[in-house]
């Protein structure tokens, strides 16, 4: 057993005074505050400590990263992610949700790239840390939360197309209002039917940059259509849906069935994992299937289909009310949140939030907040 990990603490010789931190997190939006510490800890391959190769774990002011302009990642796109939400419960505890699957997809994301596993403990003790030393960023704002990115990626200098032998992993947090201010309006969207997001043997199950970066030219391509997000078709036959460019998605029969489409391409998601659960806890009869386009548009409009969602960490349960595509056209149910999606969406987000009880054991309080 190697003891836990103890962090190098740098603390911000300037941190943001409160006066000014509390008009920024007043109404924070998503993704554009960020709060005054970052952790990072390094990778060298050779190093020989207790956590193999990684070494330096430090918790210090966020700040700009150097970096030679030969830099790995900058070439050959050597990087993943995780995305999760810290929230104070009503007991002044702050609580992560199933934080230790994210570590575990964050070396399953690791693997696919040929970088190196973070050790678990080192995963959960980095983000442990980070929330602890910002947690008087947390936004006071129902349903806001301190939003969490752990990334890493290939920080060595050098040209050559093999795996780099240096990393560097960060934690950066960003306070978040509440996505949507009242329940979750549905949104439109495009059936992208010249791009794809991921094909068989490739990286669409893995967290990485490179995947979103593909995906955001069919994503414009939604918005010029008046659309609010892209849905993805299989990359071979164009013709199952996959999801869309950062959310899964769920199917809701009117005989009480419920069917979302089967990992390989997609990313696994935590949100897509709970809500399964849940909705079997409703009755709901959940299945792993795949499903075809013109089956969705025939269903939605012989009133087959219910109603349809889509799910992910940033935007809990987001209800899909429209599908428009070169080739499609319909609505989903009166083209407005389904009940059973807000209610699915109410179960999570209450365990998340600590207002309803927690049968699964999903919430991790934060120690010594
Ligand atoms: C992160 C992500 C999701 C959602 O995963 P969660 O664990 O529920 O946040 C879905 N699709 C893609 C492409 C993603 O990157």
């Not at 008046?226 to 071979?236: E, I, P, T």
């Not at 935007?315 to 209610?343: C, D, M, S, W, Y």
Request: one cysteine or more.
């Amino acid at each position: 057993m190697t003891s836990a990990p103890e962090f190098i603490v740098e603390p911000h010789p300037h941190p943001v005074d409160a006066v000014t931190r509390a008009a920024m997190i007043e109404n924070p939006g998503f993704g554009s505050v960020f709060t005054d510490h970052m952790v990072t800890i390094r990778y060298t391959e050779g190093h020989d400590g207790p956590w193999g190769g990684w070494h330096s774990p430090t918790i210090g002011p966020r700040k700009a990263i150097p970096l030679d302009p030969a830099t790995a990642v900058l070439h050959y796109a050597q990087e993943i992610f995780e995305g999760m939400k810290a929230y104070r419960h009503a007991d002044g505890q702050i609580a992560l949700f199933r934080p230790e699957q994210n570590a575990l997809r964050f070396n399953r994301s690791a693997a696919r790239l040929a970088m190196p596993a973070l050790p678990e403990e080192l995963f959960l003790a980095s983000i442990d840390e980070i929330v602890r030393t910002d947690k008087d960023w947390m936004p006071s704002v129902e349903g806001g939360s301190l939003y969490l990115r752990p990334f890493m990626f290939a920080s060595e200098a050098f040209l050559g197309v093999r795996p780099a032998k240096e990393y560097l992993y960060i934690v950066i947090v960003s306070p978040a209002g509440a996505y949507f201010k009242s329940g979750a309006p549905a949104v439109k969207i495009w059936v992208s039917e010249d791009y794809s997001r991921a094909g068989p043997g490739g990286t669409g199950a893995a967290k990485c940059g490179g995947n979103y970066a593909a995906s955001l030219l069919p994503q414009s391509e939604a918005i010029a259509q008046g659309c609010d997000q892209v849905v993805f078709l299989d990359a071979k036959e164009h013709r199952w849906i996959d999801e869309l460019g950062g959310m899964n998605l769920f199917f809701l029969f009117d005989d009480g069935r419920m069917i979302t489409p089967p990992l390989g391409t997609i990313l696994p998601g935590i949100t897509r994992d709970s809500i399964m659960q849940l909705a079997r806890d409703e009755g709901i009869s959940v299945s792993e299937e795949a499903y075809a386009i013109d089956q969705w548009e025939a269903d939605a409009k012989s009133g087959k289909l219910v109603e349809a969602f889509a799910c992910g960490t940033a935007a809990v349960v987001t209800p899909v009310g429209e599908v428009r595509g070169k080739h499609h056209n319909f609505t989903i149910g009166a083209g407005g949140p389904g009940q059973l999606t807000v209610k699915l969406r109410e179960k999570l987000t209450g365990i998340q939030r600590g207002t309803l009880p927690d049968p699964y054991g999903w919430v991790r309080t934060v120690a010594g907040v």
